[in-house]
């Protein structure tokens, strides 16, 4: 069993910028793939990023590459999301999750364990 706890969303301007973390706690979090998922009102859950169990390798959707940055400290069992030039599209509930074997980082049912969101609003 793995906990996951989101912090760090909030409000922001267009244009500015948020780091997000993910607190785990249970199981050995560097075993397990990590990625973030967003959500915005009335939209389906979409991938944004995800990182494997050492850190070694990064993936991102095309809607943010280049803006957001996803990494993790194993030593501190936390899961980050650096996001810059946010736009007001980036507006969404945020949340991570635990893989224990990915095929597809991009697929939630791949995903074991998430964690309970965090908000980021992006004002225009």
């Known amino acids: 069993q793995v906990q996951l706890v989101e912090s760090g969303g909030g409000l922001v301007q267009a244009g500015g910028s948020l780091r997000l973390s993910c607190a785990a706690s249970?199981?050995?979090?560097?075993?397990?793939?990590m990625g973030w998922f967003r959500q915005a009102p009335g939209k389906e859950r979409e991938f944004v990023a995800a990182?494997?169990?050492?850190?070694?390798?990064?993936y991102y959707s095309d809607s943010v590459k280049g803006r957001f940055t996803i990494s993790r400290d194993n030593a501190k069992n936390t899961l980050y999301l650096r996001m810059n030039s946010l736009k007001p599209e980036d507006t969404a509930q945020y949340y991570c999750g635990a893989c224990s074997t990915c095929w597809d980082y991009a697929k939630q049912n791949e995903y074991d364990y998430w964690g309970q969101g965090t908000r980021v609003t992006v004002s225009s």
């Open positions: 990182i494997n169990w050492i850190g070694s390798s990064t």
């Open positions: 249970g199981r050995t979090f560097s075993s397990y793939d």
